[in-house]
């Protein structure tokens, strides 16, 4: 028998037993999961723009105030030449 041959024969081992049986407040507790695991993930992504607005805002205090775009001034003045 081929490789192919024995997973299919062991698939249709797997589908020959009878089925667990299922519990009937599954989908309940699925359900509950699913609304948890949304909240988390809402509450995640809140989290994530909160924190990047506080850092967009934390960059334009430091830019307003350092003004890094601006030359800073020499500490000595250049020698003139050609008096």
Wanted: charged share 25%; proline share 10%; net charge positive.
């Amino acid at each position: 028998m081929s490789r192919y041959g024995d997973r299919e024969a062991a698939v249709r081992r797997l589908l020959d037993t009878p089925h667990p049986p299922v519990p009937g407040d599954l989908s309940l507790r699925a359900a509950a999961r699913g609304a948890r695991l949304r909240r988390r993930a809402r509450t995640a992504r809140r989290v994530w723009w909160a924190v990047c607005a506080v850092a967009a805002l934390a960059f334009v205090v430091w830019a307003s105030a350092a003004r890094p775009w601006e030359v800073p001034p020499a500490a000595t003045t250049p020698v003139v030449e050609g008096w």
